[in-house]
C-alpha cells in the first residue's frame, strides 16, 4: 500500500509521519518512510538546490522540473521496489504537491503538469493520501517559531501558500475515494489518531 501525507507548510506531516510508521509496525505492517523531495542521494542533493535561500531567481518551470526529476528517482530507486516486496511506503509529499505548488501556487498549466507526473512516476499515484489541512497563517507561523529550516519554498508570499492550501482542498473534493482530510489544528495526539483510523479503515483485512 502506498499512502501519502501531504498540507501546507507546518501541517506536522514529518512528526506525525514517524508517530504513524510506528504505530504500524506495531500493527504488523513492515513500513518505509520516506519524503520529498529527497529520499535518495540524488534526491537529496536536489533538495539542497530547491530549498536554499540563495536561490531565490529560480523560475517556476526549473523548480517545477527539478521536483519531478527527484521523485523519478525516489520512485525508481525507493518506492517501486519496496511496493514489489509487498511493504508499506508512506511518503511526506508526492506528485499532488506538485499540482499544488507549482499548479495552484504558482499558475503553471495543470494539465501540463499531470503530463510530466505521468511521466517522472510512470503512472504510479498513492492508494490513499492524508490531507493535514490547518490555516496557513497558522501552519507558517508554527514553522517559525518552532526551530525548523526556513526554506526557499517557505519565504513565497502568504497569498502563494493560500493559493496552495485550495489547491489541496480542490483535489480532495476532486477525488474523495483517494483523499481524506484531517482537522491539523487539533492537539497532535488527535492527529495521530484521526490519520491511524483512517489507514485502518483502508488496509485489507488480515488473513486468518
Same mark, same amino acid.
Given at each position: 500500500m502506498f499512502i501519502t501525507l501531504e498540507g501546507?507548510?507546518?501541517?506536522?506531516?514529518?512528526?506525525?509521519?514517524?508517530? $504513524?510508521?510506528? /504505530?504500524?509496525?506495531?500493527?504488523?505492517?513492515?513500513? !518505509? @518512510?520516506?519524503?520529498e523531495p529527497g529520499g535518495t542521494p540524488i534526491g537529496d542533493?536536489?533538495?539542497?538546490?530547491?530549498?536554499?535561500?540563495?536561490?531565490?531567481?529560480?523560475h517556476a518551470r526549473t523548480e517545477t522540473l527539478l521536483f519531478c526529476a527527484a521523485r523519478a528517482q525516489l520512485v525508481n530507486e525507493?518506492?517501486?521496489?519496496?511496493?514489489?516486496?509487498?511493504?508499506?511506503?508512506?511518503?511526506?509529499?508526492?506528485?499532488?504537491?506538485?499540482?499544488?505548488?507549482?499548479?495552484?501556487?504558482?499558475?503553471?498549466?495543470?494539465d501540463v503538469l499531470r503530463? $510530466?507526473?505521468? /511521466?517522472?512516476?510512470?503512472?504510479?499515484?498513492?492508494? !490513499? @493520501?492524508?490531507?493535514?489541512?490547518?490555516?496557513?497563517?497558522?501552519?507558517?507561523?508554527?514553522?517559525?517559531?518552532?526551530g525548523v529550516e526556513w526554506n526557499r519554498l517557505d519565504a513565497y508570499e502568504v497569498e502563494f501558500h493560500r493559493r496552495v492550501r485550495q489547491g489541496f482542498l480542490a483535489m480532495a473534493?476532486?477525488?474523495?475515494?483517494?483523499?481524506?482530510?484531517i482537522d491539523a489544528t487539533q492537539p497532535r495526539e488527535q492527529v495521530q489518531t484521526a490519520l491511524r483510523a483512517a489507514i485502518l479503515e483502508c488496509l485489507p483485512p488480515a488473513r486468518g
Open positions: 501546507p507548510e507546518g501541517s506536522g506531516k514529518s512528526s506525525q509521519l514517524t508517530l $504513524l510508521a510506528e /504505530f504500524l509496525r506495531q500493527q504488523g505492517q513492515v513500513v !518505509l @518512510t520516506t519524503r542533493q536536489v533538495r539542497e538546490i530547491l530549498t536554499n535561500m540563495r536561490n531565490t531567481s529560480m525507493v518506492i517501486r521496489p519496496c511496493l514489489a516486496r509487498g511493504e508499506m511506503v508512506i511518503s511526506d509529499r508526492y506528485a499532488d504537491s506538485t499540482l499544488a505548488y507549482q499548479g495552484f501556487g504558482h499558475g503553471n498549466d495543470l503530463g $510530466l507526473l505521468q /511521466f517522472a512516476t510512470g503512472g504510479l499515484w498513492p492508494d !490513499l @493520501t492524508l490531507l493535514l489541512d490547518l490555516p496557513v497563517e497558522t501552519g507558517l507561523q508554527r514553522k517559525r517559531s518552532g473534493c476532486a477525488e474523495p475515494a483517494r483523499w481524506r482530510i
